[in-house]
Nanobody
Framework: QVQLVESGGGLVQAGGSLRLSCAAS?????????MGWHRQAPGKRRELVAT???????NFADSVKGRFTISRDNAKNTIYLQMNSLKPEDTAAYYC?????????????WGQGTQVTVSS
């Protein structure tokens, strides 16, 4: 019903910035509730980075607080992750996630991921 496509990943030097985008598409009757970003580095467990509700409430992992900002454009069903002051430990595959409702049921979708690499 809902497909997610991430973009914006790439290679950046430590201290630099990068903005990730995640566009949701599919049924016009699907209502997206909460969207967010998770990341997974090689050999590491997947972790929550940030979430944002339809109303704009946000939540961040302690490791990115003060450096990352998540925003949402409900009209476009798109979220963004502005990453500033990037560190090598931020290197990971970043995955977009959406929690949505359709036909009185709740669903969850995941994007394919976009790679972020931060060099020293």
């Amino acid at each position: 019903q809902v497909q997610l496509v991430e973009s914006g990943g790439g290679l950046v030097q430590a201290g630099g910035s990068l903005r990730l985008s995640c566009a949701a598409s599919g049924s016009i009757f699907a209502i997206i509730n909460t969207m967010g970003w998770h990341r997974q580095a090689p050999g590491k467990r997947r972790e929550l980075v940030a979430t944002i509700t339809r109303g704009g409430s946000t939540n961040f992992a302690d490791s990115v607080k003060g450096r990352f900002t998540i925003s949402r454009d409900n009209a476009k069903n798109t979220i963004y992750l502005q990453m500033n002051s990037l560190k090598p430990e931020d290197t990971a595959a970043y995955y977009c996630n959406a929690d949505y409702s359709s036909d009185y049921n709740r669903y969850e979708s995941w994007g394919q991921g976009t790679q972020v690499t931060v060099s020293s």
